[in-house]
């Protein structure tokens, strides 16, 4: 098998059609492999497969997990995913078209590379794209959103257009890949998909954009459109040929690793380098312990923070501390559930005595008073000895629960009893 052409230039020519695309489910992790997998293929031409070191592509897309096991759940998954190219019809010569992402993918017991091949109408686009937006892949490396990736490929598609497209808000989502059960509310939409690409993509790639938001019929919004401009102050990191061969690799500093937000924003900046994220990686389905520790290690290393970190992680130095908060946590929403569930039990109280006063006010006058005389008849044989001044309030108590338990509970049901009973005392 052929193997790539080592090249200096780190750019892809992506085309519009495959930018545009309805492809619901793409993780960070998988398009940074796509946009990797596209530039060997644009390196090596028209093949049948296409290879590439095994151990690059992980340090590349940021998998960090020992094995290939993480590798090969990526790659399943995007086997399973089906793409719908231009779906906003920038490039007017194609037709609707679909396809699997990915057909086929080969790791060998023994191998060093891994080897994928594409389908013939998929490949046609790499290869030979009529419209494309030149994308730098080690820049798209450092961005951590998988929306703010979308979100700059799809600007980056425009940056020589006369106006970027005003997009629906259902366009929006489907080409960001948002599943219809998620951020269902569009301020929960703004706040945690939209603003943060936008922050991202202006803070750290060569474009700047803002948005503007429009609504066609009543309060919703409808419809988005964003202006993008080049970003005068950004310079691009130091330039790394992205290696083509097992020999070279890529510098801690020149990848960004599947790193969840929560762990680092508590990972001092200085620290973030490849040796703590190789610690931490083991533990990153452990979420509370890992950030513990970290915030534990920070607070209490004097000199190696590293080696601190390694041994907090395996004997959970934090465990304690950790414990006496959860119970902290614990009893506090404790309390916040007891106070919500009395605030609601008072709800219900006050909405119950509001509909008794309300069939009182329209029920008839002799269905009342039976039901006042069969309450003081209940309430005498309860408390035979308590005189007459004493039974104003235990009546009334017992007169609403009858109106509650006998006639709100089943209007439907007791309505027309009750209309023959009036008609025959009228008589």
């Known amino acids: ?79 399973e995913i089906i793409v719908e190219f231009n779906y906003l019809g920038k490039d007017k010569k194609w037709v609707w078209e679909a396809t699997v992402l990915i057909p086929s993918i080969t790791i060998r017991q023994g191998s060093k590379y891994t080897e994928f091949e594409f389908t013939e109408c998929l490949k046609e686009k790499i ?49 960001l890949g948002i599943d219809e059960t998620k951020y269902q509310e569009f301020t929960d939409f703004r706040k945690w998909v939209l603003n943060k690409a ?18 066609e019929h009543g309060n919703r919004y409808s419809h988005i459109s964003f202006t993008v401009t080049k970003n005068e102050k950004f310079k691009l990191p130091r330039p790394v040929h992205l290696p083509l061969d097992d020999s070279a690799e890529l510098p801690a500093s020149e990848y960004s690793p599947n790193i969840p937000a929560e762990i680092l924003q508590v990972l001092p900046k200085k620290y973030r380098v490849a040796e703590v994220f190789q610690i931490i990686a083991p533990y990153l389905d452990y979420q509370a312990m890992l950030i513990s520790n970290i915030r534990y290690t920070d607070k209490k290393h004097k000199e190696n923070f590293i080696a601190y970190l390694r041994k907090a992680l395996q004997k959970d130095y934090a465990k304690s501390a950790r414990e006496v908060q959860e119970n902290i946590d614990r009893a506090e929403a404790e309390k916040d559930e007891q ?20 069939w009182r006010e329209q029920a008839p006058p002799n269905l009342l008073q039976q039901i006042k005389d069969r309450a003081t008849q209940e309430v005498k044989e309860e408390y035979p000895d308590a005189g007459k001044n004493f039974l104003g309030i235990p009546v009334r108590i017992r007169t609403d629960e009858i109106i509650t338990n006998e006639y709100l509970n089943k209007p439907q049901e007791l309505e027309q009893d009750d209309l023959v009973l009036f008609e025959l005392e009228q008589e």
């Open 339 to 358: 106070a919500r569930l009395e605030a609601l039990e008072r709800e219900e109280e006050a909405k119950r005595i509001e509909a008794v006063i309300a």
């Open 127 to 175: 290869l030979r794209p009529d419209i494309y937006a030149p994308l730098n892949i080690i820049l798209i490396a450092g961005l951590r959103s998988t929306y703010a990736i979308v979100l700059y490929e799809f600007l980056k598609d425009y940056m020589t257009a006369p106006a970027v497209p005003a997009l629906t808000i259902e366009q929006f989502r489907n080409l």
């Open 198 to 215: 936008v922050d991202e993509v202006n803070e750290k790639t060569d474009i700047h954009c803002s948005y503007t938001l429009t609504k």
């Open 1 to 79: 098998m052929a193997r790539p052409r080592k090249k200096k230039s780190l750019t892809i020519k992506k085309s519009s059609a495959l930018i545009q695309t309805n492809a619901r489910g793409l993780t960070l992790t998988q398009r940074k492999i796509i946009n990797t997998f596209i530039y060997i293929a644009q390196q090596m031409g028209n093949q049948k497969r296409y290879s590439f070191p095994t151990a690059q592509l992980k340090k590349y897309c940021g998998i960090t997990m020992k094995g290939n096991n993480d590798l090969k759940r990526q790659l399943k998954e995007m086997m």
